[in-house]
């Protein structure tokens, strides 16, 4: 298991007590044909311990060689409070106290992850379940928070790693991105270095452009390299210490708003055109009984300058120009549970935004 940053949380921990794989995508919890990886004791991870390519490692079990389609990640429940260290699923909000996270449907039927992977005959296959804790955690009005999982599932055999220095931007945002959709990210640490692994390779899915937003706190704004290629087995860098992504000063600005109704459960979306492509800059989830939703809460997480842009090359460094035209402005996407997807344009040059969505 490893872990894409999160939005405005210093911990997020869940505990895994069963890793559950089904040859059908449709199979039901409750059916036959299940093969369950026990994970015992149970273990409560800090998913955002989780970044820079560093895995937790679950379990493994003997599987019949075939083709398997669905995972199910089962957590424990709560059972008390976080002060008596008894909460299994919690967070804690930047400069807060731990907080329960609630889980209904993940420590009944499991979270549901529907992705193909193949075990052949005699061999170990490797799946790493990627858990978007940014994505994942909603807040509600009542300042209670739940579970609505992001999950992905990367097989190793077909996944490379991609690799790089950001200059002056400890804890920036760190994602790769294929045509504005985000396959993985994570965050730089304290000396600006950043993995983005494991990221997956096939025919269909080859370079992925890699989107740096270094934060509120370093007063930096966005730097993207495209066409970035991934090789399976391999790490491809585009900057070094030697050679840090240089990336210019800049104020942030914050979009908040509602959805409504609340029950759409929305997932907010902020995107940026920056010379021809589109880009995620940052996302987070609407409550799920006010429907009110911020990026972020904790800090503004969109920044006003304009983005500089390169294209990938095995000479370093790679050269990154602005894109004027963008600076300030973006596209915030709100999706419904339903797959309903608005859009509204917004311009963070002047002023904070305050943006609503109806479905």
């Known amino acids: 298991m490893t872990d894409a940053p999160a939005c405005g949380f210093d911990h997020v921990f869940v505990t895994v007590n069963k890793v559950r794989v089904h040859a059908s995508a449709d199979a039901d919890p409750g059916g036959n044909g299940w093969v369950d990886i026990d994970v ?8 955002l311990s989780l970044t820079n390519g560093v895995l937790s490692t679950l379990g ?21 409070g976080g002060s008596s260290g008894a909460l299994a699923n919690s967070v804690v909000p930047t400069g807060g106290t731990e907080q329960s996270l609630d889980t209904p449907s993940a420590v009944q039927s499991g979270i549901k992850i529907n992705r ?54 400890p804890g920036a945002r760190v994602y790769a991105e294929r045509n504005g959709v985000v396959v993985k990210a994570t965050v730089a640490d304290a000396n600006g270095n950043f993995i983005l ?9 080859g370079a992925v452009d890699v989107v740096v937003v270094p934060g509120a706190a370093n007063s930096r704004g966005t730097g993207i390299v495209r ?17 840090p992504l240089s990336l210019p000063t800049s104020a942030y600005r914050r979009v908040s708003g509602t959805v409504t109704p609340a029950s759409a459960e929305a997932t907010l979306r902020a995107l940026q055109l920056v010379s021809g492509g589109t880009f995620e800059i940052a996302a987070t989830a609407a409550a799920s009984d006010t429907g009110a939703y911020s990026l972020y809460a904790t800090e503004p997480a969109l920044p006003v300058a304009a983005p ?33 997807v608005v859009t509204q344009q917004v ?13």
């Open 40 to 47: 015992s004791p149970a273990r409560k991870i800090d998913l």
């Open 60 to 80: 493994q079990t003997a599987l019949p060689a075939g083709t398997y389609q669905q995972v199910r990640l089962v957590l424990d429940a709560n059972r008390g």
């Open 116 to 169: 193909p992977f193949t075990v052949s005959a005699g061999t170990l296959t490797d799946l790493v379940l990627d858990f978007d804790a940014c994505k994942s955690v909603v807040t509600r009005g009542n300042g209670s928070f739940g579970l609505k999982p992001v999950v992905t599932a990367i097989p190793t055999v077909v996944s490379g790693a991609v690799t790089g220095v950001v200059g002056s931007a």
């Open 197 to 205: 692994s494991p990221i997956e390779q096939s025919s269909t899915a």
């Open 227 to 243: 066409s970035v290629p991934v090789v399976a087995g391999g790490s491809t860098a585009i900057s070094t210490s030697g050679a």
């Open 308 to 340: 500089v842009i390169g294209t990938y090359q095995a000479a370093l460094p790679i050269t990154l120009q602005p894109d004027n035209a963008a600076g300030g402005k973006y596209g915030v996407q709100a999706t419904s549970s339903g797959g309903t």
């Open 347 to 359: 311009d963070v040059n002047a002023a904070d935004v305050t943006q609503n969505f109806s479905f």
